[in-house]
């Protein structure tokens, strides 16, 4: 983030943050933005994956924290944070896990490991936050987990910053 990036996640975690939240919240971030594209080679990724993972486990055994909150894309970024997420959960910590990528499906729908894998990560979850509904219907179908286990909060911009038309809030759509 510190680079400049303004990509989907990036960009909301940052409203987040920023945001009327952050004052009853003292926010602790680790930042997994990706630093280039296309990615750097993989052995570099592992390289910062590792390093991050490192800094985790030093919050979750250092730090006292009520909530844990992970943003994950696709592919290696997906399963990196559900791990972070699992071992979130198994030390007693309620994990709030956001999806943010519109490939999710693509991925599950094509490899039985990310389907077990999603659910094996969100049944640990205190809640998985989807984009909009029709997300929160496929990862229910997908994983077979309740109702109950997925909230949805539709995708947030700061429409201010686009001039001429007025935006009404809307659902993003699977």
Excluded at 45 to 57: D, E, F, Q
Excluded at 97 to 120: E, I, V
Excluded at 155 to 174: A, H, M, V
Aim: some cysteine.
């Amino acid at each position: 983030m510190k680079n400049g990036t303004i990509g989907g996640t990036a960009f909301a975690c940052r409203s987040l943050v920023s945001g009327p939240l952050s004052e009853r919240i003292k926010w602790i971030k680790l930042d997994y933005t990706m630093k280039s594209l296309p990615p750097p080679f993989i052995g570099i990724r592992l390289i910062h994956a590792l390093k991050r993972m490192g800094k985790y486990l030093n919050y979750l055994i250092n730090e006292k924290l009520d909530c844990i909150l992970i943003f994950s894309s696709t592919g290696l970024s997906f399963l990196e944070k559900g791990l972070m997420a699992k071992i979130g959960s198994l030390v007693g910590i309620p994990v709030y896990f956001c999806p943010r990528s519109g490939n999710m499906n693509k991925l599950m729908d094509s490899s039985y490991f990310f389907r077990s894998f999603a659910q094996w990560v969100f049944r640990g979850c205190e809640q998985v936050v989807c984009q909009s509904d029709s997300w929160r219907v496929y990862y229910q179908e997908v994983t077979s987990l309740p109702d109950e286990q997925f909230t949805v909060i539709p995708n947030w911009i700061d429409t201010s910053r686009y001039p001429g038309k007025q935006f009404t809030g809307g659902e993003s759509r699977l």
